[in-house]
């Protein structure tokens, strides 16, 4: 199975900051990396997909690289409604689908 | 708009069964694999079990291999998880995910709101 590792498991920022969460893959998956947002309560919602391809809808300010083993998601300006917990997950040729174990954004 | 809404969840006792569902609508939904994703209380996402368009590609996490059973019926636009010999450690709430792809592996670009599984005695 690919095991798929988050850093940080939970983040400290304040409106405006510019913040990075890292995505690490066991073995080399291409671009099959997709990042998703979940608020509590509610049901994740899919932000980035391909490692960098942004979702329709979701905002510019998110944004998503990398490639192999190695992937970062950037928000540029975090906005009140950016607060929530975001997770990775590969997509890569075979099952099982494998998450990471979730980042924690709160407000400082 | 896509619409995926679970049913089927509740309290139920170890060692036994339960089925949940998953109607689908807003899509067609026999272009695209289907998936069930659980997240225990204040844990993670966790795959559970994902099925091909056409029924003949299905995987199962380790976890739950040989105890659930996934299952599509496309003329009703339906997703289904038989799950039996429940224990305590399946108590989550079991989200049904819409695959972006007709393959097995692929992103999951929508999700229902859940049903809550509780195994207790």
């Known amino acids: 199975d690919i095991q798929m590792t988050q850093s940080p498991s939970s983040l400290s920022a304040s409106v405006g900051d510019r913040v990075t969460i890292t995505c690490r893959a066991s073995?080399?998956?291409?671009?099959?990396l997709n990042w998703y947002q979940q608020k509590p309560g509610k049901a994740p919602k899919l932000l980035i997909y391909?490692?960098?391809s942004l979702q329709s809808g979701v905002p510019s300010r998110l944004s998503g690289s990398g490639s192999g083993t190695d992937f970062t998601l950037t928000i540029s300006s975090l906005q009140p409604e950016d607060f929530a917990t975001y997770y990775c997950?590969?997509?890569?040729?075979?099952?099982?689908?494998?998450f990471g174990q979730g980042t924690r954004l709160e407000i400082k | 708009e896509v619409q995926l809404v679970e049913s089927g969840g509740g309290l139920v006792q170890p060692g036994r069964s339960l089925r949940l569902s998953c109607a689908a609508s807003?899509?067609?939904?026999?272009?695209?694999?289907m998936h069930w994703v659980r997240q225990a209380p204040g844990k993670g996402l966790e795959w559970v079990s994902g099925?091909?368009?056409?029924?003949?590609?299905?995987g199962y996490a380790d976890s739950v291999k040989g105890r659930f059973t996934i299952s599509r019926d496309n003329a009703k636009n339906s997703l289904f998880l038989q799950m039996n010999s429940l224990r305590a450690e399946d108590t989550a709430l079991y989200y049904c995910?819409?695959?972006?792809?007709?393959?097995?592996?692929?992103?999951?670009?929508?999700w229902g709101q859940g049903t809550l599984v509780t195994v207790s005695s």
């Open positions: 995910a819409k695959s972006a792809r007709a393959d097995i592996v692929a992103t999951l670009d929508y």
């Open positions: 807003g899509f067609t939904f026999d272009d695209y694999a």
């Open positions: 099925i091909s368009w056409n029924s003949g590609s299905i």
């Open positions: 997950q590969q997509s890569y040729s075979t099952l099982p689908i494998t």
């Open positions: 391909a490692a960098s």
């Open positions: 073995q080399s998956i291409s671009s099959y």
